[in-house]
């Protein structure tokens, strides 16, 4: 049974770091690796947001918010999404939601739990 799990949240202040973690535990490497992957937020009373995603063998794309401030990763041979979060702001206050989608597979799309981020000012 595959499940994404996520760690790294927390709170900081304005200008600080923090560097999310999605493991997707259970996923065979050619499903992981065939898989578009990405990192979404949801604030208070709105909808869920893409931040960062890269797809299957391609390259990293940004909300236009985060561009020069986050930094989206993977590792194929670890199942791993990674989001460095630099400079934060408060308005990167949200609930962080990783999603690993295997287009290569045809299967159904997997989300982690979420994970807290709070930014003080």
């Known amino acids: 049974q595959v499940r994404l799990v996520e760690s790294g949240g927390g709170l900081v202040q304005a200008g600080g770091s923090l560097r999310l973690s999605c493991t997707a535990s259970g996923m065979i490497f050619s499903v992981f690796s065939s898989s578009d992957v990405g990192w979404y937020r949801q604030a208070p009373g709105t909808q869920r947001e893409l931040v960062a995603y890269?797809?299957?063998?391609?390259?990293?794309n940004y909300t236009d918010s985060v561009k020069g401030r986050f930094a989206i990763s993977r590792d194929n041979g670890k199942r791993r999404v990674n989001l460095q979060m630099d400079n934060l702001k408060p308005t990167d206050t949200a609930v962080y939601y990783c999603?690993?989608?295997?287009?290569?597979?045809?299967?159904?799309?997997?989300w982690g739990q979420g994970t807290q981020v709070t930014v003080s000012s």
């Open positions: 999603r690993v989608d295997p287009v290569g597979y045809r299967l159904a799309e997997y």
């Open positions: 890269i797809p299957s063998g391609g390259r990293a």
